[in-house]
């Protein structure tokens, strides 16, 4: 089935670890998206692609990393994780506005 | 700047009661403006769009570009539209990213 899949939904890591938050899809959309949502509050684009080897950084600054070598794979990359990356984040694909969005990842750091 | 405002975080209405959840944007030029849903415990979904000018579960969305808002309404509330809602905006042309209000929660009581 079509869809957008996100690993994993839940991640409880220690300070300092590499994580990679892994997204998937199997649509065939070139875009795809990374939004940052604290609760209560907007989700706030972090990183996007245009297509494969294109990333881009979004409105709000990231400490992570993206890359794109597959049309359908779209990782991001926490290289040294912090309490202050404590946040759910958000893949989604798709054209200008009709994204599809992932189930997300709700990270915490301690 | 792009920017979208929800004033109210929350609204609770009875059953049968109309809605109106309000959304107000701003935006230099010609945007287009979204609506997404997510009920709980699923993922955020695309709800209607103005260009379409559609009907979604009852709601409905217009543009004003007078009070630059995009209220959305429904003339009888149902439970099960309890539910978080996110007005979005968009540029018209051109890879233009997808901008979140706060979101308000819908609280549909029997």
């Known amino acids: 089935e079509a869809d957008i899949y996100q690993t994993p939904r839940y991640l409880v890591i220690g300070t300092g670890k590499k994580i990679t938050l892994e997204c998937s899809q199997t649509m065939g959309h070139d875009k795809m998206y990374w939004y940052q949502q604290d609760p209560g509050m907007e989700l706030h684009l972090i990183h996007y692609s245009y297509g494969v080897n294109s990333t881009e950084k979004g409105d709000l600054s990231s400490e992570s990393t993206v890359s794109r070598i597959r049309t359908e794979h779209f990782p991001l990359t926490l290289e040294s994780a912090r309490p202050s990356h404590t946040s759910q984040y958000l893949c989604?694909?798709?054209?200008?506005?009709?994204?599809?969005f992932g189930s997300g990842t709700r990270l915490t750091v301690v | 700047a792009q920017r979208v405002t929800q004033p109210e975080k929350l609204l609770s209405v009875f059953k049968g009661a109309p809605v109106e959840l309000k959304c107000n944007y701003s935006?230099?030029?010609?945007?287009?403006l979204f609506w997404y849903v997510q009920y709980s415990r699923q993922r955020l979904q695309l709800l209607l769009r103005h260009i379409s000018r559609e009907s979604i579960k009852g709601f409905t969305a217009d543009l004003n570009k007078g009070e630059t808002s995009f209220h959305l309404k429904k003339p009888f509330a149902q439970e099960e539209d309890s539910a978080m809602y996110y007005c979005a905006l968009s540029g018209p042309t051109g890879f233009q990213k997808l901008v979140f209000g706060t979101g308000t929660r819908l609280l549909v009581s029997p």
């Open positions: 935006y230099s030029g010609s945007p287009e």
């Open positions: 989604a694909s798709g054209p200008r506005g009709g994204y599809t």
